[in-house]
């Protein structure tokens, strides 16, 4: 395992020596500072700064690839390189913007790399479609699910045009669509989805692949949200294998995949290894993308989740508290997974007597959830349960009456749908 993490680091940083070595011969060769004489340098320029990002991109290192695209997009704004390379400019930086959170920036780059691309292409080619992706996870970054799956049928309208249902490149789309469906919490259409994709992948790209073994993860997430802890576990298990393989065992991009080895070590109520996993991915996050960055509040929540799990209420409200400021001020207060932070939160208020406060956290979620979502979305389901439980402790058995009703229609909803799935991805 270490020999192969230190094959893949002398390989990249590899690359990297070999593209500084490209940038520096420009430079003494005067390819960049006599460029105004020597047609094409700039544009020349502009392509090593963004191969340069693409490596540091490629190992999930955003904050060196932004100021080499950034230098990038500057030069190409202000000489005259091709409308193509301009277009490319713009959408590595919407790429890493989307990547760092910045998601208006982001939208911004993106919708101007898409005008350009239509001028230099056509409105249907194949390139469009992939910058709809791009497009598409902007907006699910940010709970616009609707809109991300509107970006999506479009690229997949847009790409089967040019290939066959049954090509491998479509594959990519289909996860995409189904990493919508699962937050949309239709789960039953999303694992359809994947199990589609990854017939695709393993023929185009092999069952020992890295981004299979990464789809793979994506399933794996959605079978703990169902409660399929098994079968979750022998996924993620290869994921990880995987992902080790290439990065090694400490590298953030297995953060997602600590997660969700979290979450089935708390369902299997081995607390301590669940902890373990969400410290070591909230450590990697914030030391990658900062302590602000969305994906650090999301993995505070599932901590203070984790404490109301094992009675530390206090800590539970602390990690909570800590949660709700990061995503309030990364992803807006109107999020979903802002109102799932809130419900932890409630939840921790209500296990120390802070009724009123819980409620009053738990309306807010609600309100949240249900602009975002249908009334059968298991977050609301969850939200539904701790208001319940308040009015079982204030001794209101006809609210409790009505909510047990309506929690028992969802729960119903999401077993009918999960019974009506055949196929089963192995």
């Not at 790209?205 to 949200?225: D, F, K, M, S």
């Not at 080790?244 to 991009?253: A, F, M, Q, V, W």
């Not at 990697?284 to 602000?292: P, R, T």
Request: overall charge negative; proline content about 2%; hydrophobic content about 40%.
């Amino acid at each position: 395992m270490a020999g192969d993490k230190g094959s893949y680091r002398r390989r990249l940083n590899g690359k990297i020596i070999a593209l500084v070595a490209v940038f520096g011969l420009t430079v003494l060769t005067g390819n960049i500072s006599g460029a105004e004489s020597k047609p094409g340098g700039k544009e020349r320029f502009c392509t090593v700064l963004r191969t340069m990002a693409r490596v540091y991109m490629a190992y999930g290192d955003y904050a060196k690839a932004q100021p080499l695209v950034e230098q990038a997009l500057t030069i190409a704004r202000t000489t005259d390189v091709s409308d193509t390379e301009l277009s490319l400019c713009l959408l590595d930086l919407a790429y890493v913007y989307n990547k760092q959170a910045r998601f208006h920036e982001a939208e911004e780059m993106c919708r101007l790399g898409l005008e350009l691309q239509e001028k230099v292409y056509y409105k249907e080619h194949p390139y469009v479609a992939y910058t709809l992706r791009i497009l598409s996870s902007i907006y699910q970054g940010q709970g616009r699910y609707h809109e991300a799956r509107e970006a999506l049928d479009q690229a997949m309208a847009i790409m089967l045009k040019s290939h066959k249902p049954e090509d491998y490149v479509i594959a990519g789309f289909q996860v995409d669509i189904a990493d919508v469906l699962v937050a949309q919490g239709d789960f039953q259409n999303a694992e359809s989805y994947y199990q589609e994709a990854l017939d695709l992948i393993k023929t185009g790209y092999g069952p020992q692949h890295l981004y299979t073994a990464n789809v793979l993860g994506h399933v794996a997430r959605l079978y703990v949200i169902q409660g399929r802890c098994d079968e979750a576990e022998e996924l993620i298990n290869t994921t990880r294998q995987a992902q080790e393989k290439i990065y090694g065992p400490d590298h953030h991009l297995l953060v997602q995949t600590w997660m969700t080895m979290a979450a089935i070590s708390k369902a299997n109520e081995d607390y301590d290894r669940a902890e373990e996993l969400l410290h070591k991915a909230l450590l990697a996050v914030e030391k990658q993308g900062g302590a602000e960055h969305p994906l650090a509040g999301k993995i505070l929540s599932s901590l203070g989740e984790l404490y109301i799990a094992t009675e530390d209420y206090v800590q539970a409200e602390n990690f909570c508290r800590r949660a709700l400021e990061v995503l309030e001020g990364s992803v807006g207060p109107d999020n979903d997974y802002t109102a799932v932070a809130l419900n932890g939160l409630a939840s921790a208020y209500m296990h120390q007597g802070k009724y009123s406060e819980a409620q009053n956290l738990c309306g807010r979620a609600l309100d949240i959830l249900e602009n975002f979502f249908d009334g059968s979305h298991p977050n609301i389901g969850q939200v539904l349960k701790t208001r319940a439980e308040l009015y079982r402790l204030a001794g209101d058995s006809a609210e409790v009456a009505k909510l047990t009703q309506r929690i028992e229609e969802i729960t119903f909803d999401r077993q009918i749908a999960q019974a009506s799935v055949v196929k089963r991805i192995e």
